[in-house]
T-cell receptor
């Protein structure tokens, strides 16, 4: 099966600019996650979607970050305006839920550098 | 909420020596446990997972991990490491298939020739 697709792979922007990342999960995976991985740290959850509804966005900095998952398939994560501390790898993951759960599949990530 | 502790931030080991990377999680009735490996400038790759059944799980490249419920641990072991095993290793846990993975801070394994 095709994996989780993310784009772009790399992005360099200046602080205060805006940026958007795209994720296409594995077909049929109802649950989608966005994680932020700062250099030298483990990934940290930003937001969880179940189909097109938000399940958990408690760690999403809502003053600058937003995410949506229209039609319960693709998802976009946006940062506006970006800060230097947003430099990180942004990972998208998807999974089947409930009794069909078999694990999480991660995309290759988008490496964001804010200068 | 779940939490994961990886006790060693860096582990240097000589080639062909054994290694153990330690992972403890906060207590829960049932958990799913994972080890991921991340090579430099690459994404996360699933190394092995425990969902149910046998408490000893193995990967295709010689790593194994044992789920110990009483000690809330899921330590990763390999009897003989190779230079190519040099990478960052992350332990992760979730309570159910509907909850997010919680990651540890990672252990950097450096294999020395």
């Amino acid at each position: 099966e095709a994996g989780v697709a993310q784009s772009p792979r790399y992005k360099i922007i200046e602080k205060r600019q805006s940026v958007a990342f795209w994720c296409n999960p594995i077909s049929g995976h109802a649950t989608l996650y966005w994680y932020q991985q700062i250099l030298g740290q483990g990934p940290k959850l930003l937001i969880q979607f179940q189909n097109n509804g938000v399940v958990d966005d408690s760690q999403l900095p809502k003053d600058r970050f937003s995410a949506e998952r229209l039609k319960g398939v693709d998802s976009t994560l946006k940062i506006q305006p970006a800060k230097l501390e947003d430099s990180a790898v942004y990972l998208c993951a998807s999974s089947l839920g409930g009794s069909s759960f078999r694990g999480y599949t991660f995309g290759s990530g988008t490496r964001l550098t804010v200068v | 909420a779940q939490s994961v502790t990886q006790l060693d931030s860096q582990v240097p080991v000589f080639e062909e020596a054994p290694v153990e990377l330690r992972c403890n999680y906060s207590s829960s009735v049932s958990v799913y446990l994972f080890w991921y490996v991340q090579y430099p400038n690459q994404g996360l790759q699933l190394l092995l997972k425990y969902l149910s059944g046998s408490t000893l799980v193995e990967s295709i490249n010689g790593f194994e991990a044992e789920f110990n419920k009483s000690q809330t641990s899921f330590h990763l072991r390999k009897p003989s490491v190779h230079i190519s095993d040099t990478a960052e290793y992350f332990c992760a846990v979730s309570d159910t298939g509907n909850t997010p993975l919680v990651f540890g801070k990672g252990t950097r394994l450096s294999v020395i020739a």
